[in-house]
């Protein structure tokens, strides 16, 4: 409703002695003037600008006589100030213009400038006028005035001997003797036929205000007491008085009187505020609702505050000020919702936590629309501190300024059929849709939206992500221009869509269009300033729509004008009206008025083509008198017409008149009428052959639907899915929270009962003010006020009384909440389950559902765990139930429990379940993170043993599945309930940053860092960035000190044990991602299991399968083979390389001695395992030869700093980077025949993704450091490269290696070739390049001998080096048509190729960030 904005302001009050410091302050009836009384000075200010426009001082003389001032009150047409002083004494002021034409301040334009031109009004709207003061009478009335109160040409004033005089505002006493309260009776009601009189002599009234829409006084006694008096008859006289008062109040100190809901609000000592309403019937005071601090939001002052001082009611009558004797004030809105409390918070503390003392208020008044605030601070109580500094700024009272912003529901009822919240300040709008590029497809953010809404009839509204977008406002400067003569903005109203705003000023409006960022105001000046707005605006499709009072025709007229056109009266559509229209709102086609003589005016409303110009053509429809059921029009709040019935559109007969405009809503002063269509008759009418017959049905009786309702919400827009929520009537009631009027819909389109009501009332408790209503997002939207201090900034001891120091800056947040938990909730206690399930299961789609229902459970949990008494008709069993109809079932309710203390799990879980029995079905849902959470409650509730047997089961499930990061975690959680940590599960391993040296340092201890995660881990869940990092957390450090732990024993056998099951189901690529997700020790294991587990039984079925799993062709035999071109080595690797560098953005050049093949072997066999994917080939096998190769290192997206050098797997790291020299120039000019291509891309279809490629090699590397030479020997075959065959036979050569698994390779390689020659002859031409190999391998197998020939020698410092069985290695090369590869030029030219592989070994596995350690 009224939000703080900023900081106050201090206006600069005359210097003077405190006996002139300023007391009181009261505001004319049009607000544009303020009287400020000081003790002898009465100061004339104007609002706008906040200057003082004249004082009166009195003589001391006479000032002695008087005493000092007291009271102020206007006359109703500003020309007089009655003022009442201490003596008993009232002076009467008169206000008078100085010459015509004069202005306190004038402002002086440059030359030329436009507003030179000579505007209507323009100098005295914006420019203080020159007044003048003259006091007039004096009446002397002796005794003590108590209160003053202005009643339409006559002055009513209390004084404290018990008397109460009328006199008029000439200053006569009307020549009516003045009445004694002690002669009026007084009783509960005014039904009574004789009250009591009020039985003692010294009763006086305290406070008392006039109520014009009650006609009668609310009064204070002296006693506390408090009373309404009222004429009986038009007279005014003691006989004609009576008075009602409430037996229960006793303690009344002041009272204020909204005029607009006929509530009378009393402050109490109590520091309470009771707010009163007068029964109709009877006549009795009924206590409305009280106002009042609870101890749960304000739990050290709420009963510390002392008496309400003061009440004030804003001039829109929608929200109350209440102030304290203490200090501090409170906002509410009319009906009780609190807005702003500055007793706690920010207000109330300094930003070091040191308590500040509240504004003390002495008196204050609203502005002009609200938008400000008067306030007469009291004296700070920090006296001993201002000592020393006489002239302190909070010593002295002085004029403060708060400014507000209010919502445009306020003053124009109308908007509530809309879903944006629009707030007005005085010279600024705030919206809360997105940007306007967002709002041009309002649909194509949401998706559970169906484009068939808007052919159902009504707009689309907007989507979810850009009512909700961003916390911030969209914030529109109303037009300067258009302020300067118009201030202040009186109505706002926004289009369906959020990209249109107008408002309405002093005269005329204006309109803005969030497209293009301009304003649109009226061309000719004359016509902005003839028209004065009377009932609010709204938007209909393109056109304005709003009711206003011609001032040169003195005639009530209904217009509509045009967006897209000048705005100008000449593009207008102007309709004569009967009578002053007071409220006005657009639904579908159809306008409905509401005038001053209490009737209501349906129009319809049609575009219209009329040659070039486009106008809305206005027809009425239908009137209907109200005045025998609505006292008096002030009263009424808003109107609105709606398609909501009491008959849900079922019963209809015929079906769509279910959105039609079935009913009238009118807010008459706090209570919902709703006047339906009366369909009772013959319904012959639907025939006529005019269709605008049929809307002409009358209306029924009016119905109450609620009391104390501030603002009603509905929408014309109409979805089959949601009809609970479209057809729904949505009520805001202020300190009552929401209510809801929900229809209610029989499943499956069955007849309803009879008996049952089709509508309900539903209530409901939200945390935030309602100002709009996301139908089918079942959201409410709201907006609060947030502070920020200042006050750390300003550290100087005389800095201390700045304002930015004493209060904090005011900003406005937008809000939302959930509504629907609370709805199915009310449903569901009502044992209205069906249509709690219809409801749920038409809101499924939406993204918090799950939040919903866990809300849900959540509180109706919290409440009866905790409930002291025991509850005779639990809900939770039903909640429970209810809940199970989703599938979201399992997830909510261990949501629910996690986020529920221990003590509440036995009562939750006896109603939906047995924990175990819940794990179980997760397990069969395949629901594997919810079964976990699961885990968490059953490790608490349980005894270790049978956590620890589900966890396996759940540890098992998630091996398979290949969910690793549960694993991780089931790997920790396991060690922790035996090393007996089961308290809490153990916090998840954060990832150390990489090394200094690009994270390959630790190649040195044998363990690789992969990046990226399996493809059955949803990326989403973790973070993307590469890791290169040793594994830090349990991953790491299993194996370490604890390893003899039967704990850990356990684990190890459950990993081993799904390795073997890997393994014999030849998964190479699911154990590579578990190696290297879990750190699982491959190569140790393999050794071990080198003979059993990790022996290769069929070759075939294993190449097929790997062929399979790493995406790899089979091979094929080109049509070309036999003839190819590349018998050159040079053109070769050439094409090999343009074919396999992912980044050919550099070729690097490299001179190779290929006699060298051999020399590189070092002590390990490592150093040269897997050459890389750019091989260099030899042309012949005759001699060393020079030859050139082209190698490019793959650079990895950014992470350039992981290239280590791949020496680091040696201890020998003689290779320097020197040998990459310069990029050959010649190699752009290179062209390639169509021959050579066709064999380039024939080379590329062969091969699988680069990614399977880095992955195998890093396979390749792992079993071949655990000697598991069968597998080696079937990833060479896939991979196809000789290189790694001869690397094997080496090792079988150099090293000790079992007979059986020599003879089990060589079966193995037999199979292979019989499968290639009968079922993939494309494998035929590279095994015939390693058949030599093959037969060595015979040999061996045949011998079991190793030769010390065969021993390595040591690498020398230089490449010229040759090895004397360089030769022997390549002897019989040259088979086919592709030459056999270069083995030893692969320990040297991969280097850093090998590197490069390793880099992307990152990529392999893994696509979150992950550790892993193979050691």
């Known amino acids: 409703m009224y939000f703080l904005s900023g900081w106050p302001k201090r206006l600069l009050c005359p210097v003077g002695s405190p006996a002139e410091a300023p007391v009181h302050v009261q505001s004319d009836p049009q607000r544009t003037f303020l009287a400020v009384l000081a003790a002898a000075r009465l100061s004339i200010w104007y609002s706008r600008p906040s200057v003082l426009i004249v004082t009166y001082k009195e003589p001391a003389k006479s000032s002695s006589q008087f005493g000092s001032y007291k009271q102020a009150e206007w006359r109703p047409d500003s020309t007089m100030i009655a003022v009442s002083t201490a003596n008993g004494y009232i002076l009467f002021f008169h206000i008078t213009s100085t010459r015509g034409d004069k202005y306190l301040y004038e402002p002086v334009y440059p030359k030329g400038s436009p507003q030179m031109k000579g505007t209507p009004h323009f100098k005295e709207e914006q420019c203080a006028p020159a007044l003048t003061l003259e006091m007039r009478k004096v009446l002397d009335l002796q005794a003590p005035i108590t209160s003053l109160q202005s009643v339409l040409e006559d002055l009513l004033v209390a004084t404290s001997d018990g008397q109460l005089h009328l006199i008029h505002w000439e200053g006569m006493t009307n020549g009516k003797k003045a009445i004694n309260l002690s002669t009026v009776p007084f009783s509960l009601d005014l039904q009574s036929s004789r009250g009591s009189f009020l039985g003692f002599a010294d009763v006086h009234i305290r406070d008392m205000e006039y109520c014009a829409t009650l006609d009668g006084f609310a009064v204070v006694f002296n006693d506390g007491k408090v009373g309404f008096i ?20 006793v303690d009344g100190t002041c009272v204020a009187v909204n005029n607009k809901y006929r509530l009378m609000a009393f402050g109490c000592a109590s520091g309470s505020v009771q707010v009163y309403t007068i029964d109709n019937t009877t006549g009795a005071m009924l206590l409305s609702h009280k106002l009042e601090l609870t101890a749960k939001q304000y739990p050290d002052i709420w009963n510390k505050t002392g008496a309400v001082k003061l009440v004030r009611w804003s001039p829109d009558n929608s929200v109350v000020m209440v102030t304290w004797e203490c200090g501090g004030f409170s906002l509410w809105s009319v009906f009780g919702a609190q807005l702003i409390c500055t007793l706690g918070g920010d207000f109330a503390y300094r930003s070091d936590g040191t308590k500040k003392d509240p504004l003390k208020i002495n008196s204050m008044s609203w502005g002009a629309e609200g938008y400000h605030l008067w306030v007469i601070s009291g004296c700070g109580s920090q006296n001993t501190e201002i000592e020393s500094e006489p002239k302190s700024i909070v010593k002295q009272p002085g004029i403060l300024l708060f400014q507000f912003i209010k919502s445009a529901l306020t003053v124009n009822p109308c908007m509530s059929n809309q879903e944006q919240v629009l707030l007005q300040g005085e010279d600024r709008l705030y919206l809360n849709c997105g940007e306007a590029s967002q709002t041009q497809n309002p649909r194509s953010s949401s998706v559970h939206y169906k484009p068939s809404s808007l052919a159902e009839g009504g707009f689309e509204s907007q989507g979810l992500s850009t009512l909700l977008g961003h916390r911030h406002w969209h914030v529109v400067q109303i037009s300067s221009t258009y302020l300067e003569s118009n201030w202040p903005i009186r109505f706002s109203a926004i289009d369906k869509l959020g990209q249109n705003i107008a408002v309405v000023g002093k005269f005329g409006f204006a309109h803005y269009s969030l497209l293009t960022k301009k304003w649109k105001l009226f061309g000719n000046i004359t016509q902005e300033q003839n028209m004065i707005v009377t009932g609010g605006l709204a938007w209909w499709n393109d056109f304005i729509v709003l009711a206003c009072y011609n001032i040169s025709d003195r005639q009530e007229e209904l217009r509509v004008y045009l967006r897209t056109s000048n705005l100008d009266n000449a593009f207008a559509h102007v309709t004569k009206a009967q009578a002053e229209t007071l409220l006005l709102s657009v639904f579908r086609d159809m306008v409905v008025v509401f005038r001053a003589d209490c009737s209501i005016c349906l129009y319809s409303i049609e575009r219209k083509s009329e040659g070039p110009n486009t106008t809305a053509g206005i027809q009425v429809l239908q009137e209907v008198s109200m005045s025998r059921y609505i006292p008096h029009p002030f009263l009424v709040v808003s109107v609105t017409l709606t398609s909501v019935s009491t008959e849900n559109g079922i019963t209809l007969k015929m079906p769509q008149q279910a959105r039609d405009a079935e009913s009238i ?51 014309c827009r109409a ?5 609970h929520l479209l057809e729904a009537l949505w009520l805001s009631c202020g300190g009552a929270g929401m209510k809801v009027w929900l229809p209610l819909f029989p499943r499956d389109h069955r007849k309803p009962h009879s008996f049952l009501s089709q509508r309900i009332m539903l209530p409901f408790h939200i945390n935030i003010y309602p100002l709009a209503v996301l139908f089918e997002d079942a959201l409410v939207l709201g907006a609060v006020n947030d502070t920020v201090l200042y006050d750390s900034l300003y550290t100087r001891s005389s800095a201390r009384e700045q304002l930015e120091v004493l209060f904090p800056f005011c900003v406005v947040e937008r809000t939302s909440q959930i509504y629907l938990h609370h709805i199915l909730r009310q449903l569901l206690v009502r044992n209205l389950g069906e249509q709690a399930l219809l409801l749920a299961q038409s809101c499924s789609t939406l993204p918090y559902f799950p939040h919903v229902l866990e809300l849900m459970l959540h509180e109706v949990l919290e409440e009866e765990a905790t409930s002291r008494e025991p509850i005779p008709d639990p809900l939770l069993p039903t909640v429970a139930k209810f809940i199970t109809e989703f599938p979201l079932f399992l997830q909510t309710v261990v949501h629910c429990a996690r986020k529920t203390e221990y003590a509440l799990w036995n009562y939750l879980f006896a109603a939906v379940g047995n924990p175990k029995d819940l794990f179980e079905e997760c397990l069969m849902a395949q629901d594997l993170d919810t079964a976990a959470s699961y885990l968490i409650i059953l490790q608490n509730m349980e005894v270790p043993a049978v956590s620890r047997q589900h966890a396996t089961l759940l540890f098992n499930t998630a091996l398979e599945q290949g969910k690793w990061d549960l694993c991780r975690h089931m790997i920790r959680f396991l060690k922790a309930i035996g090393s007996g940590e089961s308290e809490t599960p153990p916090s998840t391993p954060t990832a150390q940053e990489p090394s200094s040296s690009g994270g390959f340092e630790f190649f040195r201890n044998r363990s690789i860092s992969l990046s990226q995660s399996a493809d059955n881990v949803p990326a989403s869940k973790f973070s993307l960035q590469k890791t290169l990092s040793m594994p830090s957390g349990p991953s790491g450090k299993r194996w370490s000190k604890d390893s003899d732990c039967a704990e850990n024993m356990y684990i190890d056998m459950m990993l081993w044990r799904h390795a073997r099951r890997l393994l014999e189901e030849v998964r190479l690529k699911d154990l590579g991602c578990f190696a290297a997700q879990l750190g699982f020790e491959l190569i140790s294991w393999l050794c071990k299991e080198r003979a059993r587990a990790a022996r290769v039984d069929n070759f075939v079925i294993a190449l097929k399968r790997l062929h399979k799993d790493f995406l790899w062709p089979l091979p094929i035999i080109p049509a070309s083979s036999l003839s190819s071109p590349f018998k050159n080595g040079k053109l070769r690797t050439v094409g090999e390389q343009l074919l396999k560098s992912q980044s050919a953005d550099r070729f690097l050049n490299l001179e190779i001695d290929a006699g060298l093949s051999n020399v590189q072997r070092s002590q390990s066999w490592l150093s040269n395992i897997g050459p890389t994917h750019h091989e260099i080939d030899t042309a012949s096998s005759q001699g060393p030869q020079m030859q050139e190769a082209f190698l490019s290192p793959l650079s990895n997206k950014g992470d350039e700093c992981s290239i280590g050098s791949a020496t680091d797997l040696t201890e020998s790291s003689s290779m320097v980077d020197g040998d990459w020299t310069v990029v050959d120039e010649n190699f752009s000019t290179l062209s390639l025949t169509q021959s050579e291509l066709e064999h380039i891309s024939m080379e590329l279809a062969s091969k699988g993704p680069h990614k399977s490629q880095v992955q195998l090699r890093y396979l390749l590397h792992i079993f071949m450091e655990a000697g598991c030479l069968d597998w080696c020997i079937v990833i060479g075959l896939i991979l196809r490269e000789s290189s790694i065959i001869n690397q094997i036979l080496v090792i079988m050569q150099t090293t000790e290696v079992d007979g059986e698994m020599l003879q089990n390779i060589q079966t193995g390689l037999h199979a292979v070739d019989r499968w290639a020659s009968a079922d993939c002859p494309g494998y035929k031409p590279f095994l015939n390049i390693i058949k030599p190999q093959l037969q060595k391998l015979s040999e061996i197998t045949e011998e079991q001998v190793h030769p010390e020939a065969f021993q390595p020698v040591t690498v020398g410092k ?8 360089a030769e022997e290695s390549r002897g019989s090369s040259g088979h086919g048509s592709i030459p056999q590869v270069e083995v030893g030029g692969s320990g040297m030219v991969s280097r850093k190729e090998e590197n490069t592989a390793r880099t992307e070994e990152e990529e392999t596995f893994q696509d979150g960030t992950y550790d892993c350690c193979v050691s």
């Open 665 to 715: 809503m009118l807010n008459l002063a706090g209570q919902l009428i709703m006047m339906q269509r009366d369909r009772s008759g013959p319904q012959i009418r639907e025939k006529d052959s005019n269709p605008n017959q049929r809307k002409l049905l009358p209306f029924c009786p009016p119905v109450v639907l609620a009391q104390s309702v501030e603002n009603v919400w509905t929408t």
């Open 719 to 723: 979805n089959k899915q949601k009809r």
């Open 1358 to 1365: 230089t490449p010229e080096q040759t090895s004397p069985r």
């Open 230 to 249: 009222t004429p009986v008859s038009s007279r005014f006289t003691a006989e004609q008085l009576h008075g009602v008062w409430p037996q229960d109040v």
